[in-house]
């Protein structure tokens, strides 16, 4: 069965300080990959969305960005976090093959920049 | 641009009724959509979908209606119970060239009272 793995679980960093958050696919391969936010009190974002190594497309203008070194395998990255990067992120993936249609999500990263 | 609306951000129900939590979308090209439901601090759960060219799905206590023509789904879940009670997104997939991007509403808290 297919597993997906968000490390770390919790956060907490200084504004101006670099971010990496990773996520990990098992029992699958070839998967869409995605990244949401999820901020106080609001719905899920679409920020990056990957249907392959080193194929990134990104949904908002922002102060992050994404990238997929190996085919199960997202990372979210910034190089200085801002307050407004507080949040709740959830990696999620989805099969690519006819009649697959959920989507499937980590168990999330919670995010305080300080 | 909100493509995909939950116009009530709460709802409350006594144990044993039904629950209908709505959800509203504006592009035509959607072509399934899907029901999660969240608890904080964790990854949402898949729950229950439905594509575009049916208009109802039932799994156990949950159903989902889809009125095409209104561009509007509903999600009932009878009976109610206090398990229940968590956030509930909907979701609509586009595909565009093979990629499939899932666009959520804002989300409905559930509250089913004992």
């Known amino acids: 069965s297919q597993t997906i793995h968000q490390w770390p679980a919790t956060l907490v960093q200084p504004v101006g300080s670099p971010l990496s958050l990773e996520c990990t696919v098992e029992?699958?391969?070839?998967?869409?990959l995605y990244w949401y936010r999820q901020a106080a009190g609001r719905g899920l974002q679409l920020l990056f969305y990957?249907?392959?190594?080193?194929?990134i497309s990104s949904e908002v203008p922002q102060n992050l960005s994404a990238s997929r070194p190996q085919d199960r395998q997202f990372i979210l990255s910034s190089k200085k976090l801002l307050l407004s990067d507080s949040g709740f992120y959830l990696c999620a993936w989805s099969g690519t093959g006819t009649g697959i249609y959920e989507q499937y999500f980590g168990p999330g990263t919670r995010l305080t920049v300080t | 641009d909100q493509q995909v609306k939950q116009n009530s951000p709460s709802l409350s129900v006594q144990e044993g009724r039904i629950s209908i939590l709505n959800c509203d979308y504006t592009n035509s090209m959607f072509d399934y959509f899907l029901w999660y439901k969240k608890y904080p601090a964790e990854g949402p759960t898949f729950l229950i979908s439905?594509?575009?060219?049916?208009d109802k799905n039932e799994d156990g206590r949950f159903t989902v209606f889809l009125n095409k023509s209104a561009k509007h789904l509903s999600l009932h879940i009878v009976p109610s119970q206090p398990g229940d009670s968590a956030v509930y997104f909907c979701?609509?997939?586009?595909?565009?060239?093979?990629?499939?991007?899932?666009?959520f509403g804002t989300g409905t808290r559930l509250k089913v009272l004992a």
């Open positions: 979701a609509a997939r586009a595909t565009t060239s093979g990629t499939y991007k899932y666009i």
């Open positions: 029992g699958t391969s070839n998967p869409n």
């Open positions: 990957s249907i392959g190594i080193d194929q």
């Open positions: 439905i594509s575009s060219i049916k």
